[in-house]
């Protein structure tokens, strides 16, 4: 049974925006902090940027800085990330997941949504 579940993924050209979504149930939204993360091709896992529950602070790694926006709609419950300015190393499947602390592990990761960039 999926707790989260990312949308808004696709092909676009280098340049090009997307919207990513991260749909929730309200027991995991309500958690400290929700964040998304990419996987590319032939690489680990990465943080790209985060958001918490409370203050709604948010944090991104440097790369994305500048191009990508994290924002919350707490009335539905979901978690965005708006990309902008897209590279072809971009290319990832991008996941959205939760924590319950500032020294807990991400958690309740979905399934992903594929994002692909070309030239």
């Known amino acids: 049974q999926a707790h989260v579940i990312e949308s808004g993924g696709g092909l676009v050209q280098a340049g090009g925006s997307l919207r990513l979504s991260c749909a929730a149930s309200?027991?995991?939204?309500?958690?400290?902090?929700m964040g998304w993360f990419r996987q590319a091709p032939g690489k680990e896992r990465e943080f790209v940027a985060s958001i918490r529950y409370s203050s709604g602070s948010t944090s991104y790694a440097d790369s994305m800085k500048g191009r990508f926006t994290i924002s919350r709609d707490n009335a539905k419950n979901t978690v965005y990330l708006q990309m902008n300015s897209l590279k072809p190393e971009d290319t990832a499947v991008y996941r959205c997941a939760a924590r319950y602390t500032a020294y807990s592990a991400y958690d309740n990761w979905g399934q992903g949504t594929q994002v692909t960039v070309s030239s």
């Open positions: 309200t027991s995991t939204f309500n958690t400290y902090e």
